[in-house]
Nanobody, 124 residues
């Protein structure tokens, strides 16, 4: 079955950096658009970033643009999210997701498979 497994979360001070990884299995990775979402306590899950099947195009939420970078390595079936200049408001559980749609999609409903998430906590 399809599995998406995130790693790399943790506790970091404001201004710091983290790199999340999401290893995929059970699917033909290069045929799926990949995305990252996050959910803070008491809030809805929100779009963070997405990358096309071969990595040629990316898109970001305005709140993370210029600070986060999504990338993928199809040879390793892995998608990454580099998070720089972290802020306390970035604290959330971060999820990776896979979509069978080729076009850029920004809502959770358009993603078919999900990981279990990894916690990021940004302290002052």
């Amino acid at each position: 079955q399809v599995q998406l497994v995130e790693s790399g979360g943790g506790l970091v001070q404001a201004g710091g950096s983290l790199r999340l990884s999401c290893a995929a299995s059970g699917l033909t990775f290069s045929t799926f658009r990949m995305g990252w979402f996050r959910q803070a306590p008491g809030k809805e899950r929100e779009f963070v970033a997405t990358i096309s099947r071969y990595g040629s195009t990316t898109a970001y939420a305005d709140s993370v643009k210029g600070r986060f970078t999504i990338s993928r390595d199809n040879a390793k079936n892995t998608v990454y999210l580099q998070l720089n200049s972290l802020k306390p408001e970035d604290t959330a559980v971060y999820y990776c997701a896979a979509s069978g749609l080729a076009r850029a999609v920004f809502t959770a409903l358009n993603y078919d498979y999900w990981g279990h998430g990894t916690q990021i906590t940004v302290s002052l």
